[in-house]
């Protein structure tokens, strides 16, 4: 697909780190399967990864947990 912020450049498949933060609560996730453009850089998440990504980031939230570093893996 065509990077739709910069338009320069059709996206390849690869990882991104994604990061959270909720009032005091931050996380960050690394290794999350993405389309990025190798033009700016911007990631793009699936419908079902970015689904599991939130279950996972909200789980974490419920535990008690206020800063996290993960592996998406």
């Not at 996206?11 to 994604?18: E, P, R």
């Not at 690394?30 to 599991?52: K, M, N, R, Y």
Request: hydrophobic residues 40%; proline residues 3%.
């Amino acid at each position: 697909m065509i990077c739709v912020v910069c338009r320069e450049s059709h996206t390849v498949s690869g990882f991104s780190s994604i990061s959270f933060a909720r009032d005091e609560f931050r996380a960050v996730v690394h290794q999350v399967p993405a389309q990025v453009c190798p033009a700016c850089g911007e990631s793009f998440l699936d419908e079902a990864t970015t689904i599991d990504l939130l279950k996972r980031v909200e789980q974490i939230l419920e535990e008690g947990v206020l800063d996290v570093v993960h592996d998406y893996a």
